[in-house]
């Protein structure tokens, strides 16, 4: 018992070390390839010469934004999966995508002048407003599991809806450029763009991992957590409160990126197992990987394009995932 | 408690009929309503003594097949989305989940990416049938563990199976912009450009899937009460699981490959017939089936008053229309 903790609390760690190594990977390989001691001269010295400009200029700001984004997605996931009890809750399922999506396309349909660099704040603005109309939408006497889910999908269909009957009303050339957005795409991200992010990140994700075994003990079950004396609707609302706005500021600077928020959690259930205490940082870990991979395909394969790297954060995760459903297939995994 | 359940039986059943005939009217008016607007005489007099002219045209081949295949693809669709949610237990499933909207359009996308423009919607409908039940039948075999399915391992490996083929889908799309266009048309998920020949390639399907429905439907109100209870009763569990993965092929199968994508059907309607039916499958299923088919005609009918002078997807206005009546019933339920 003891020794399978510590098996886990060692892949948690490991995980983050692959995330980081993956990470100086990415700085190294691209259009002009910069070799790995090159990389660490850059950083050490803040980026002298023409290949530290590559490095400390162009990449590693979207590296950073690649790995605040995915762990945040991630961590979302995770806590929306664990408050709302159901394995296939995602950041998507609230509302936050839909509600961030129509309030960016409304901004450039409607609006008129205005600089992109809004785009992200406005984003963030949709997702939280989306995010508490089904919150307040769910509250009867507080908010219950499936209320929140069904009532979610309902806005998030809504908001949807709204995006295509904007894009459709609009001029031809933004639904080019607001379907790469919903796709989910780093390109472009500068270090203005993580000036803002981070904060959050540093903010929200410490705060998240305090509602571990809040988490932990609401999976026994509603009755036993209150024999508990756990407060349901006050950590619910936290919970929530942090999933939104992680999503919300991760969805605000790369786009409409699924698929993170729901499988990075799974995946990483599969080897820590169920206590949130480490799901949560392992969450973060896998999404972080998973996106700079992602990021790292976008930008390689089919070069000179860049391609947006929600096209393949699947690709790069659901092989990985399905491998683990399989090698699972006799001990059951549970959501 | 006899005569409680007689009366309970003999509500279910007006409710039915009355559905039934809302159907009827909601049809009615969607073969009737749009840009030009015709009377009953006009719809009568198209079939009784055909002209040729613009009108019965427009009635004999637009408006007519277009109200039979949305009321087609509407009740497959929702039956399939509340086998759907039984199968994995989660509220959340829908024929989507079985990664049969997006193994479709992966097929699609990749016939008119290797064909060109060679290929006509008769074809791409064998091409999306085809892809759909590939991307369930993968499903199901990655969902089950020896012969069975397993409720929450049947809903993940349908996400990340959607998630990949839609994710291959938009690299393909990506990578060769040409086939944009084509699979645009398709991808969009409509119920207008098909004719009746279309619906009948696929209607023994469907009638087959319907059939498996009302099979299994008494077996899956034991299997929603839990797995130990239907195998205390000794339910024959990879039988009924078998027949209701079938059922769900079939009929989403040839409802996407006729229509295109549309989500939302499959997963609200049954949220909302539950609300009256409860959890007897016996009269959710062709509740399911009638709502499902009344929601679809409408939302097609209304989709052409929106915007003034143009058509949009059928998807927003089954979002109108669905969305308002879905937040009502979580809010009114009451144990949840």
Request: hydrophobic share 55%; aromatic share 8%; net charge positive.
């Amino acid at each position: 018992m003891l020794n399978a903790k510590r098996k886990q609390t060692a892949i948690v760690v490991l995980l983050v070390l692959l995330a980081l190594a993956v990470a100086f990977i990415s700085l190294s390989i691209g259009s002009v390839s910069v070799p790995l001691p090159e990389v660490l001269t850059a950083l050490l010295t803040n980026g002298g010469g023409e290949s530290g400009m590559i490095v400390t200029g162009f990449r590693l700001p979207r590296v950073i934004a690649a790995m605040l984004v995915g762990a945040s997605l991630a961590v979302a996931g995770a806590l929306l999966q664990g408050v709302l009890r159901n394995p296939l809750a995602s950041p998507d399922v609230l509302g936050v995508t839909g509600g961030a999506s129509v309030s960016v396309v409304a901004f450039m349909t409607l609006t008129t002048g205005l600089s992109i660099h809004w785009v992200p704040f406005i984003a963030v603005a949709g997702a939280m407003a989306t995010g508490s109309l089904v919150y307040i939408l769910a509250w009867r006497k507080g908010v219950s599991p499936y209320r929140m889910i069904i009532i979610g999908i309902g806005i998030s269909t809504a908001a949807g809806a709204m995006t295509t009957l904007l894009l459709i009303s609009g001029p031809a050339y933004l639904a080019a450029q607001v379907l790469n957005w919903t796709t989910g795409s780093l390109y472009g991200t500068n270090w203005s763009y993580v000036s803002m992010l981070w904060p959050w990140v540093a903010l929200l994700i410490p705060l998240s991992l305090l509602c571990a075994r809040e988490l932990n003990v609401q999976a026994l079950g509603e009755e036993t957590a209150v024999g508990l004396g756990s407060r349901l609707q006050l950590s619910r609302f936290f919970a929530l409160l942090f999933s939104v706005s992680l999503a919300g500021v991760a969805v605000g600077v790369a786009g409409a990126l699924s698929f993170i928020g729901l499988l990075a959690p799974h995946m990483v259930r599969a080897l820590v197992g169920h206590s949130y205490r480490l799901l949560l940082p392992a969450s973060a870990a896998a999404g972080a990987i998973i996106l700079l991979l992602a990021d790292l395909a976008g930008r390689m394969l089919f070069q000179p394009l860049d391609i947006p790297a929600g096209v393949f954060t699947a690709g790069v995760g659901t092989p990985f995932f399905l491998y683990l459903l399989f090698r699972k297939r006799r001990g059951g995994l549970r959501g | 408690m006899m005569a409680e359940q007689s009366a309970r039986k003999g509500r279910m059943l007006t409710m039915l009929i009355a559905g039934a005939f809302l159907l009827l009217v909601s049809m009615l008016a969607s073969i009737l309503y749009g840009l030009r607007i015709f009377g009953l005489r006009d719809l009568w007099q198209a079939y009784s003594a055909f002209d040729g002219s613009t009108e019965h045209l427009i009635l004999t081949n637009t408006r007519v097949p277009r109200t039979l295949i949305a009321a087609i693809v509407g009740a497959s669709l929702a039956m399939a989305g509340a086998i759907m949610q039984v199968l994995t237990k989660n509220g959340l499933a829908s024929p989507s989940l079985f990664g049969i909207n997006s193994g479709a359009s992966l097929f699609v996308v990749a016939a008119l990416v290797m064909g060109g423009g060679a290929f006509a919607l008769k074809q791409l409908i064998w091409f999306a049938f085809i892809g759909a039940a590939a991307a369930a039948v993968l499903v199901f075999a990655l969902g089950s563990s020896g012969s069975r399915i397993e409720p929450s391992r049947l809903a993940l490996a349908g996400a990340s199976i959607a998630a990949f083929g839609t994710s291959m889908t938009s690299g393909l799309i990506l990578v060769n912009k040409q086939s944009l266009d084509d699979a645009l048309f398709w991808m969009i998920g409509s119920v207008s450009g098909r004719s009746l020949e279309h619906l009948e390639l696929v209607l023994p399907y469907i009638g087959t899937g319907m059939l498996c429905c009302m099979l299994v439907a008494r077996a899956l109100n034991v299997m929603a009460l839990g797995e130990e209870n239907a195998m205390g009763l000794g339910m024959r569990m990879k039988y009924v699981q078998m027949v209701s993965a079938a059922a769900v092929i079939l009929l989403a199968g040839s409802a996407v490959s006729v229509a295109g994508p549309i989500a939302f059907v499959g997963l609200v309607v049954p949220h909302l017939c539950r609300a009256v039916t409860g959890n007897d499958h016996r009269w959710l299923l062709p509740y399911c089936a009638v709502a499902g088919a009344i929601l679809l005609v409408t939302a097609d009918t209304l989709s052409r008053f929106i915007v003034p002078g143009k058509e949009i997807p059928v998807g927003i206005a089954t979002a109108i229309i669905g969305v308002p009546f879905l937040i009502r019933v979580a809010r009114r339920k009451k144990d949840a």
